[in-house]
């Protein structure tokens, strides 16, 4: 069974940082990749996550949303089974819950296998 939860969020001010982590469990294969996804505030509808960042799980490589690039990174603990994402520089509009997905690298930000349940971000002064 495919199980994936996310921790790490919280509430902090523009150009503050969170690390949230992602804790993976029930697959294995190389093909596939761990995303971080954000749904806003304002949305509801699951087809509405916008995708943040993915990671390999075969060789480790990395893709960034336009809008994180240079202030979000992800990585990863094999050992652990878990993915980071570090978020520096935080801005209002990075707030929303962030879910942790299953999905394929070639499939980043386009199919999702599994959600977790979510980690919600607040940023605001």
């Known amino acids: 069974q495919v199980q994936l939860v996310e921790s790490g969020g919280g509430s902090v001010q523009p150009g503050g940082s969170l690390r949230l982590s992602c804790t993976f469990s029930g697959f294995s294969s190389d093909s596939h990749a761990i995303g971080w996804f954000r749904q806003a505030p304002v949305s509801v509808r699951e087809d509405e996550r916008e995708?943040?960042?993915?990671?390999?799980?075969?060789?480790?490589?990395?893709h960034y949303a336009d809008t994180v690039e240079g202030r979000f990174t992800i990585s990863r603990d094999n050992a652990k089974n878990t993915v980071y994402l570090q978020m520096n520089n935080l801005e209002p509009g990075d707030a929303g819950v962030y879910y942790c997905?299953?999905?394929?690298?070639?499939?980043?930000?386009?199919?999702?296998?599994?959600w977790g349940k979510g980690t919600r971000v607040t940023v605001s002064s």
């Open positions: 995708g943040i960042s993915c990671i390999s799980n075969n060789d480790g490589r990395t």
């Open positions: 997905a299953e999905t394929h690298w070639a499939l980043c930000f386009i199919r999702v296998n599994y």
